[in-house]
């Protein structure tokens, strides 16, 4: 446990540096070049690392190469580093000292940390510090370039594998998401498709057309009035009073076309009748669409978790039910444009009624 406890605190600090690149094994003899490079190599459930030295005299140089798996991550990853190692050795005794082999790179903790061990056939015993100042050894069996690489790409596999399954459990998590995003879609699109119904239902003619009514019974007033002072024998003040007559029947005309104004405002304008049947239209295709996504999202989930939140039956009797209210607010916005054109006409019929009643009245010359 110490010697895990010890291994792990190195390999925490040494991949918590900033990625280096890997340096070129220029310090090593020509004769053992290739994978049977010989080394000293450590490796533990989630890591390897590899020594490599090369002894002149006393002076011995090498590197330290670190792969590490961060199995217990998702995804799973791997980190690696390489520290240049200096240092001396008496025949048994070693001392060597990490460094970076990036220079802007070093780690405060490693580099420039002296490690003290002992070097012999068998392998490679370094003293490592621990974080509670205690000195804890861990040995390096000998072996080659190719023993770490068999080591890493058995680490390779496994995070692989684990991110194999990770994936899959990820897919089906989408999937599954999927679903659930696209249920609440239709609901959603559902609230929406039956708030525009709402809406167009409350749409009302009763005020605008009331104004068109309220001015047809004035015109019919002025016009009947009119017809009866028009008589043969009137003298130039009746006459008069007959031009004034026709004036109040123009103004009216005027009124109607305001109220022409009126009902064009509640057509076009945003927030009108043409705007809240549109709504309804949008929504019914916004339900239509979701209701196809929760289909394709149904069947692409494996696990058949979740269902479904609505039934095809659902969604037919709603859209139904929105082409038929377009159908009834379409109907009533063009009786309603319809009747307003019919007063409309009946208006400049009267007024032309009128006129020419005025015009034949002509006053006695006295």
Known sequence: MKQYTLL???????TSAAAIATPTISSLPAETAGVDQPGYLYTDESSAILIQLTKTGRTVNGQLQL?????????????????????TTDGRSVVLTIKSQDWTAIFNFLGG???????????????????????????????????????????????????????AEQAEARRRQAVAYANKSVADAGIELVDAIKDANAISYTEVMNRYDEIW????????????????????????????????LRYLISDMRYARSSLEYKLEWPGGVNEKIQAIEDASKDLAASWRRLQQAVAANTAGVPKPGVKAEDITQLTDLARSEINKATAARDATIKQAETYRKRADDLYKQAEQIVDQARPIKR
Do not use: C
Request: proline share 3%; charged share 25%.
């Open 67 to 87: 792969f590490r798996a961060l199995m217990r991550e998702r995804p799973a990853r791997m980190k690696t580093a390489t520290y240049i190692l200096d240092g």
């Open 217 to 248: 019974l004035k015109m019919q007033a002025k016009f009947k009035a009119i017809e009866e002072k028009a008589q043969p024998g009137i003298d130039n003040f009746q006459h008069s009073d007959l031009r004034y007559a026709l004036s109040d």
């Open 113 to 167: 940390r002296r490690l003290t061990g002992t070097l012999d056939s068998h392998g490679l015993s370094l003293v490592w510090p621990s974080n509670d100042g205690a000195l804890q050894t861990t040995v390096f069996r000998r072996a080659t370039v190719a023993g770490y690489n068999r080591a890493v790409a058995d680490f390779r596999q496994r995070i692989q594998r684990i991110n194999i399954v990770y994936e």
């Open 8 to 14: 792990a605190t190195l390999l925490l600090a040494l």
